[in-house]
């Protein structure tokens, strides 16, 4: 009996740890549901654009416009979600009344901050524009400036969504929360289908800023069901005890973000340089890279965030080192075949999902060899995101807003020499060597922090891992040059060439996983089905 097991078994005999891990399953069950819908709208979503835009310079012109209400948002809800709002409001979970009047302040706090934020962003749109994309034209420029003024009061009703979300997970109301993203993408389908009609040229790229607009919208309102009981009102007090200590708490994660998005505007403005159609390439990649990111990363992490944050406040060291052990692993067990996949298959995957309409062979081409760099720092991002959490819930910020800071470090370090000769690649693996890094300096300082007990067992479990995913890539990449010798052509043909060695290469992980003991998948397996049962009984 190993260490690790022999540990479970004890914890196991207190009764604490069986209920958490039923929750913790229920939970990311829900939100890996909710997840699914997201991701796949967000790939119908990346489909549409392809066809509707293809790569050109007003979509590549849309994905910089849009960055600064994300940017906005994520400066003042993303992060403090995560590391503010769920730690503290998870505190007041029993006292209702309370909970109610300090979500009602930060609501109101969170209106105030961003309505200022959002008038200083329409009134510098050009300047804005310059700085964000200064090698486009001054004709594209100009298009990006207006669409920065179109988009940006989104970041009004995505901040709301963010603070009624970080409400919902801290009750433990996941069902409508962990779809609002899905309800998102769609906003920006419909923008793109229907919207971009009301436009002609290059002007058509409009009707993604009004899809944006109905998506935030859209998140707002499908909060609405799960607040039947709430009590929000508009109070502004600026010295309750609470909201200071979340803006305490936050201020580091703040910092760290601002330095992260400074990166961001570097990362746009040099891709820029390397072409129009660059950006367009990087957020197609981008998209499937956070499809199994989302799925598997987020999922996990916001799931046992609740019960991480519950331990960590009562000082149990033991419950908190096996919740924190048990998302990793189930990361591990499943981020690692979907990278290995994704590599093999990037290209038939790209052209299935976007060749058409508008983006050509030559964007496939660009986007697959974006994509495969990226899913070289995909592994370490996916465990980053369960670490960083961990350190949320014991409500330090400072580390992984510092660790942020030095990851832009080493992404300029890596972009900066090797833009001139690589151009747009450069960017792309300069991301990936800063997702590497700042993974493993947050393990560093987790190990420290906790003890190196947080990866027992881990190692041996992403060796076996590995192995059984390498097995699965040699069979796919297998599979799939079999299938490309049959030259079947059209949709079908292309779908085939995805689908098939995508299930067999499951078929293949299932069995090695199965003769490797990788217990992690088949516990991932019944969180799935039985979350399934869950929904079609309710």
Do not use: K
């Not at 289908?193 to 790229?205: D, H, K, M, Q, T």
């Not at 990793?328 to 058409?356: D, K, N, S, W, Y």
């Not at 070289?376 to 400072?398: C, E």
């Amino acid at each position: 009996m190993t260490v690790e097991t022999s540990s479970l078994n004890q914890v196991e005999e207190h009764g604490h740890l069986v209920p958490q891990r039923r929750h913790i399953a229920r939970a990311a069950g829900l939100i890996s549901l909710g997840n699914v819908a997201s991701r796949v709208l967000g790939l119908v979503r990346e489909t549409v654009f392809a066809n509707q835009f293809g790569s050109s310079g007003a979509y590549s012109a849309f994905v910089a416009a849009s960055a600064i209400p994300m940017m906005v948002y994520d400066m003042l809800i993303g992060g403090l979600l995560s590391s503010a709002l769920v730690p503290v409001f998870s505190e007041h979970r029993e006292r209702r009344a309370e909970l109610w009047r300090l979500a009602s302040v930060v609501l109101s706090a969170t209106a105030a901050v961003v309505a200022l934020l959002v008038v200083f962003v329409e009134l510098t749109a050009p300047w804005l524009a310059a700085l964000l994309v200064s090698g486009f034209e001054p004709e594209l420029q100009g298009l990006t400036g207006r669409l920065i003024r179109l988009v940006t009061p989104a970041v009004m009703l995505l901040s709301v969504s963010g603070v009624l979300t970080g409400l919902l997970y801290a009750l433990r109301r996941f069902t409508f929360a962990a779809f609002g993203a899905a309800i998102y993408n769609l906003g920006l389908i419909v923008g793109a289908v229907f919207f971009s009609r009301l436009f002609v040229g290059p002007e058509r790229i409009y009707g993604l800023a009004l899809g944006m607009l109905a998506g935030a919208l859209g998140q707002v309102l499908i909060l609405m069901p799960e607040l039947r009981d709430q009590r929000l009102m508009l109070i502004f007090d600026w010295r309750h005890p609470a909201l200071r200590r979340i803006v305490r708490l936050y201020v580091p994660v703040a910092l760290g973000f601002l330095v992260s998005h400074v990166g961001i505007v570097i990362d746009r403005s040099l891709a820029s340089t390397t072409g129009e159609q660059s950006i367009g390439w990087m957020r197609y990649a981008t998209t499937l890279i956070q499809f199994p990111l989302g799925l598997v990363a987020t999922a996990v992490s916001l799931a046992v965030l609740p019960n991480l944050s519950h331990l960590a406040a009562q000082e149990a060291r033991d419950g908190y080192l096996q919740t924190l052990r048990t998302g990793i692993r189930m990361v591990i067990v499943l981020i690692v075949p979907a990278a290995v996949g994704l590599f093999v298959l990037a290209t038939p995957i790209v052209a299935l999902l976007f060749e058409h309409g508008e983006f050509t062979a030559f964007d496939t081409l660009w986007t697959a060899r974006a994509l495969r760099l990226y899913l070289i720092g995909l592994i370490f991002a996916a465990v980053d995101q369960v670490l960083v959490f961990g350190y949320y819930a014991r409500q330090n910020t400072l580390v992984p807003a510092a660790v942020g800071a030095v990851a832009v470090g080493i992404y300029l370090a890596v972009a900066l020499p090797l833009v001139q000769m690589l151009g747009m690649l450069a960017l792309v693996l300069a991301n990936s060597v800063q997702w590497v890094g700042h993974a493993l300096i947050m393990l560093w300082f987790t190990r420290r922090a906790v003890g190196a007990q947080v990866i027992e067992g881990v190692v041996s479990m992403a060796g076996r891992t590995a192995v059984a995913s390498l097995c699965m890539g040699v069979v796919v990449a297998a599979t799939l040059v079999w299938l490309e010798g049959l030259a079947v052509a059209g949709l079908g043909g292309r779908l085939v060439v995805v689908a098939v060695p995508a299930f067999v290469g499951m078929g293949v992980y299932a069995l090695m996983a199965a003769l490797l003991g990788l217990e992690e998948i088949r516990a991932a397996a019944q969180l799935v089905i039985g979350r399934l049962r869950q929904q079609h009984m309710g």
